[in-house]
């Protein structure tokens, strides 16, 4: 994880942008006399996030007060988590802290054993897990009934029965054998990576605004 910085002035031109993250990217450094004011077409970000990341500063720049979000975003075919606090200033510009995490080190590092070509999970065991098991497993740490999980993934209920079944199988080891599945799945750690996508092979680039968690307005 890093840390970086952008800053923009109160006409809503950038007028700083971290080079760090512009390496990230794949992008040269930025020069405020490029007038930036809204992200580039060429950071590689698909149109609605560029439209929501848009509508945000203004928000800032409007209402002058703060507002935080966490975006994920896939620059330069790497897939970064965005977690950003954007604070106004008494000069009418704002200031923004992003903590920005490669997705693959997050989740205890389950995405870096994803197979997209063969789209399956390949486990320390040599065995692999399908992009329907993750699927099914994603319903199931949620706590579906198995009818909701049928539904979800166009299957039946004896079907999911029988796929967690063999889920069950595929995971265990000598130390987890007594043990149910969702006890293995917290034994592996592998909760918080079913949960964080239903289908980690159709990540989609997104947005999402939530509470600030600075109120202060910056000197």
């Known amino acids: 994880m890093f840390t970086t910085h952008v800053e ?3 006409e809503g031109f950038y007028t700083s942008v971290d080079p760090h993250f512009l390496d990230h990217c794949g992008m040269p450094h930025y020069n405020p006399d490029e007038r930036w004011k809204h992200i580039p077409f060429s950071m590689g970000l698909p149109e609605h996030v560029r439209e929501k990341l848009a509508e945000i500063e203004n928000a800032v720049h409007k209402n002058k007060k703060p507002i935080s979000s966490t975006g994920l975003w896939k620059p330069a075919d790497k897939m970064l988590q965005v977690i950003t606090h954007r604070k106004p200033t008494y000069g009418g510009g704002f200031t923004t802290l992003e903590h920005v995490s490669m997705v693959e080190e997050l989740y205890e590092g389950w995405p870096m054993l994803l197979n997209f070509h063969l789209q399956v ?3 320390p065991n040599g065995k692999n897990l399908t992009r329907k098991d993750l699927k099914v497993l994603h319903f199931f740490t949620l706590g579906l009934p198995r009818k909701m999980i049928a539904h979800g993934t ?21 130390l987890m054998a007594s043990h149910g599945l969702r006890n293995t799945l917290h ?3 592998l909760v918080p990576f079913l949960l964080a996508e239903p289908d980690w092979f159709a990540i989609e680039e997104r947005i999402h605004v939530h509470a600030a968690h600075n109120l202060d307005i910056d000197k």
């Open 121 to 123: 999970l390949v486990l």
């Open 8 to 10: 923009k002035d109160k």
């Open 154 to 174: 166009q299957s039946s209920a004896k079907s999911v029965e029988r796929r967690l079944a063999k889920i069950k199988d595929i995971l265990d080891n000598d």
């Open 187 to 189: 034994y592996l750690r």
